[in-house]
């Protein structure tokens, strides 16, 4: 197991979901459910997961047509996008 790669993906998907919707959808979730947080958690985690796979399927089969350095260019302008527009309706 390449241990490195392995480190890199958790911090960066730890440090993105951490303050995003679905985690305060979680919080909610779990606040208004006491006796549920068990069942919270894992239908949580059972979501990520999935939502994890679509992303390595759908990487899988997109390196097959796109090189992977402009798929990386693609994501990079689009959080770009996604930060200016943020920042923008924020100062509206």
């Given at each position: 197991m390449d241990w490195r790669t392995a480190a890199i993906v958790f911090g960066t998907v730890f440090v993105?979901?951490?303050g995003d919707k679905t985690q305060l959808?979680?919080?909610?979730?779990?606040?208004n459910r006491p006796?549920?947080?068990l069942l919270v958690f894992l239908a949580a985690s059972a979501a990520l997961v999935l939502a994890s796979a679509i992303g390595v399927l759908a990487g899988s089969v997109l390196t097959r047509y796109v090189e992977p350095r402009h798929l990386t260019l693609a994501a990079g302008v689009g959080f770009m996008i996604i930060g200016l527009w943020t920042i923008w309706s924020t100062l509206r």
């Open positions: 993105a979901e951490l959808a979680t919080l909610l979730f779990a606040a006796q549920g947080k």
